[in-house]
Structures are given as C-alpha cells and as structure tokens.
T-cell receptor
C-alpha cells in the first residue's frame, strides 16, 4: 500500500522565480490538501483539491495555485517567490468517500528561497 | 476566526512518567480532532484522533479526551519512552470544512 509521496525533497530558488511541487496521494485516496510549515510552527492550510477543482482555500495570496490530475495527483505552483516562502511544503491525502477528515501527510518538500 | 491553542510549548519528563498536552479550539462546530507526532526532519504522523460524538479514546499508551462544552481536548501518554521524544501537534477541523487548523506544537523530551 503506497503512502503519500512528494517530489522533489529539497529545492533552492531565488527571489522572483517560480516553483512547482508534486504530490501523489495514498492509494485509494481522492483528495489532496497542501500545507505550508515554517520552521518551528504548525502547518498552515493552503488549499484542497477534489475532483480536479480547488474546493477550499486558506489565507494565501494568488501567487499560490494548484492543480489536480485525473489520477488524483496534484501540483502546487508558487509564482514570484519571496524570501518568506521558504518553508516545508506538505501535502496530505484523504478519502472523500470516508468523510475526508483523516489526512495522511507526505514527507514534504523543503523549499529555500535566496 | 478559527484558532487552536496548545500548551505547553515544551515538556520534559523522565522515562516512565506520564505526559499531558492540552489544546483549546474556538469554533464550536468543530467535529474532528487529530493528533500528529513529528520527528525532526520527518512528516507529521497521525497517532490518534477523536470525533465530537466521543469523549475519550485510547490506543495502548496513548489516550485523547474531549470536552465539547469547554472546547478542550488533551493528549495523554503513559509510561513514556525516549522514542516518544518529538513535536506533537493537535489540530481541529472547523464546521463545514475539511481543512486542519493546527496548534503551535509541543516539544516533548523524554529523558532516560
């Protein structure tokens, strides 16, 4: 049973650049949520994708966008990177059929913006 | 707005002692309360969860209690072991959403 996977594991970018992060959900899951975890803090909700559409969104600017593919995998895109975007980006998968509450996290992508 | 407060921020215990971490939430419509354990450099790992129609849940050395009236929930770890050392996060899902609102975390250190 494959768990949640993310790529890449680490990424270094400079200010103003754009980045794409990828997530494959746990087998049998159809919903992907993205979170940003700054150093020493709890994860903050960015948005959630279900049926290839953004279903909910947290307090993040439009520079953060996403996509979900027919195989349920998802991408997070961040444009015009700022130094403050440096963080661990986590995706979590869940099953809408099972209520969607229980979320399992991937290993994360650590992004450093210089 | 939606908020989850968590205390204490750090907790040091001797191996074999118990540890208790407490959280409060703001949205009375919240109905799902998971706890995650995050070791250094690793993913948050779901260790136990509780729904609003249950007051207590236990899984071996770990238990969670929920007081809906006071909007409090707590994690109890008994017979702590050094491998329990990690950062623990409580979370809540507000009503009519599926987003997790996390507490600020508790760094638990278990000394041999």
């Amino acid at each position: 049973d494959a768990g949640v996977t993310q790529s890449p594991t680490h990424l270094i970018k400079t200010r103003g650049q754009q980045v794409t992060l990828r997530c494959s959900p746990k087998s049998g899951h159809d919903t992907v949520s993205w979170y940003q975890q700054a150093l020493g803090q709890g994860p903050q909700f960015i948005f959630q994708y279900y049926e290839e559409e953004e279903r909910q969104r947290g307090n993040f600017p439009d520079r953060f966008s996403g996509h979900q593919f027919p195989n349920y995998s998802s991408e997070l895109n961040v444009n015009a990177l700022l130094l403050g975007d440096s963080a661990l980006y986590l995706c979590a998968s869940s099953s809408n059929r099972d209520g969607g509450e229980t979320q399992y996290f991937g290993p994360g992508t650590r992004l450093l913006v210089l | 707005g939606e908020n989850v407060e968590q205390h204490p921020s750090t907790l040091s215990v001797q191996e074999g002692d118990s540890a208790v971490i407490k959280c409060t939430y703001s949205d009375s419509a919240s109905n799902y309360f998971p706890w995650y354990k995050q070791e250094l450099g690793k993913r948050p790992q779901l260790i136990i969860d509780i729904r609003s129609n249950v007051g207590e849940k236990k899984d071996q050395r770990i238990a969670v209690t929920l007081n809906k009236t006071a909007k409090h929930f707590s994690l109890h770890i008994t017979e702590t072991q050094p491998e329990d050392s990690a950062v623990y996060f409580c979370a809540a899902i507000p009503g009519n959403t599926d987003k997790l609102i996390f507490g600020t975390g508790t760094r638990l250190q278990v000394f041999p």
